[in-house]
């Protein structure tokens, strides 16, 4: 199990990277993460949701993904509140005081995804959740020590050197987490080194003295990494450096924006994510509106940014505008949510950009879907994972065929479209079309083939600098 002394330590890449250089070694290897945090999602093959990471590690497994490698996912809604989704399915909403309560109960379930892999494969790599040094945090704990010890299994901390403190990250932790706790830990991984890893020799030394752990080894700054789908949404990157520019705001509760990740990689094209408080720039040719997980509650955020302003001042200056899933409701007149799915049950206009409106409805649309651009023809896969249906004239100039079924709308002019469906630009011949038909010149991204050789780079990379059949020791 690899741990972390804190978030964004670089615990999600490493897994990736250890599954591909396990898999190249030849082992079958699953991954495994008990709880994750995070509104970045992807469909499984077997109906449910988990979290992107999970997903990119199944990939550098060669394996399917599947509810079992993530069996509890938080997606926040608002800042103390998270819909819980156990096992691919909504299970609850709660605020996080309430959740506190529910962890226990949850924990046989955790248990038996994690025999269902250990079944299937030789090797499990398990990825644990923020740091076990948050003992306010231990009682009931699932995501860290409390799993690893339940499950009984070795853990590995590592510890993020780039933002500083790397030394009391790891002492830090070793003086207060639980005697019984600390046992887990097998040794520790130095990540995201920049410069000369030798002039770190002595802090290096300094922690295997201070803790008795083992060290198993110094991972240089890894660039290539920027091209794999991120997790989390401070992790949102702007990118490119061509002439095309594409705009995407930064809602609060944006989600799925590894959708942007082709775009940003494409030759041609430039990629701007717009920080709260900073107008839309004014020469994007393409604005797209991304999911969330709060429509309601992020249109309006949208309006308290003036963004709504600056929409409409685009698509006067002939600019295109695209939402996706949530981004596609917030484009339409009127979103209703009776129940109070999302929040408070009430309804909110929206941008008037699309002549479509939107209703939230209890059931969510979990499917891996296969269609056709209705304009260019292309093959398009993806996936929907929305709440909702949307209705009204401008879906009669759907932008998708799906096995018959009209998905999307556009305006008139053809200038607005919006689609539920996730992960189109994945696709190299429809990306390739779209934006031509919006007048981009692009390169001829494979983009498959670019996270495949990212991901073998990766595991090459572990391979150079981690003592990998150290850590291969450790398994039992």
């Not at 599954?19 to 082992?27: E, I, K």
Request: aromatic letters at 6%; proline letters at 5%.
């Amino acid at each position: 199990m690899v741990q972390g002394t804190g978030s964004d330590v670089g615990k999600s890449v490493l897994v990736a990277g250890l599954c591909r250089a396990l898999v190249r070694r030849g082992h079958k290897v699953r991954p495994f993460k008990p709880q994750n945090m995070s509104n970045n999602a992807a469909v499984t093959g077997d109906g449910g949701e988990i979290g992107r990471a999970q997903a990119l590690q199944a990939r550098a497994c060669g394996a399917t993904p599947s509810v079992h490698m993530n069996p509890v996912l938080l997606k926040p809604e608002t800042d103390i509140g998270a819909q819980v989704i156990v096992r691919g399915r909504r299970y609850a909403t709660a605020a996080a005081r309430d959740y506190a309560k529910l962890k226990p109960q949850l924990l046989s379930a955790v248990l038996e995804s994690f025999d269902t892999l250990r079944s299937q494969a030789d090797v499990v790599l398990v990825e644990g959740a923020g740091s076990p040094a948050e003992v306010n945090l231990r009682a009931g704990d699932i995501a860290n020590m409390g799993f690893a010890r339940a499950a009984d299994i070795p853990v590995i901390l590592a510890a993020d050197i780039d933002r500083g403190g790397v030394i009391a990250q790891l002492v830090g932790t070793r003086h207060v987490i639980d005697p019984e706790d600390e046992a887990m830990i097998a040794g520790f991984v130095i990540n995201k080194f920049r410069g000369d890893p030798r002039l770190f020799d002595d802090g290096y030394d300094f922690v295997k003295q201070q803790t008795g752990w083992t060290g198993f080894g110094i991972v240089p700054w890894l660039p290539e990494c920027g091209r794999l789908p991120a997790e989390d949404a401070v992790q949102i990157r702007s990118g490119g450096e061509g002439a095309f520019k594409v705009a995407a705001p930064h809602l609060s509760r944006i989600a799925n924006f590894d959708d942007l990740d082709p775009l940003r990689l494409e030759p041609g094209v430039t990629v701007e994510i717009v920080p709260p408080g900073k107008a839309l720039p004014g020469d994007a040719d393409l604005v797209i509106l991304a999911g969330t997980k709060s429509t309601i509650g992020d249109l309006n955020f949208l309006r308290e940014q003036g963004w709504d302003i600056d929409l409409a001042a685009h698509r006067r200056r002939g600019g295109h505008i695209l939402g996706i899933c949530g981004g596609y409701q917030m484009l339409g007149q009127n979103i209703d949510d009776p129940d109070g799915i999302e929040g408070p049950p009430g309804s909110a206009a929206g941008l008037d950009l699309l002549d479509v409106k939107t209703v939230m409805k209890p059931e969510k649309r979990l499917a891996l879907t296969t269609g056709r651009h209705v304009e260019s023809g292309e093959t398009v896969t993806g996936y929907e994972i929305h709440i909702g249906t949307t209705e009204g004239p401008d879906c009669a100039r759907p932008m998708f065929d799906i096995d018959g079924r009209p998905e999307g709308a556009r305006s008139r002019d053809r200038r607005v479209s919006g689609a539920y469906l996730h992960g189109m630009f994945a696709e190299d011949g429809f990306r390739a079309a779209y934006l031509k038909g919006l007048g981009a010149d692009t390169g001829g991204l494979s983009y498959e083939t670019e996270v495949e050789d990212t991901l073998d780079r990766l595991a090459a990379h572990l391979e150079t600098h981690l003592d990998v059949d150290g850590l291969v020791a450790t398994l039992r």
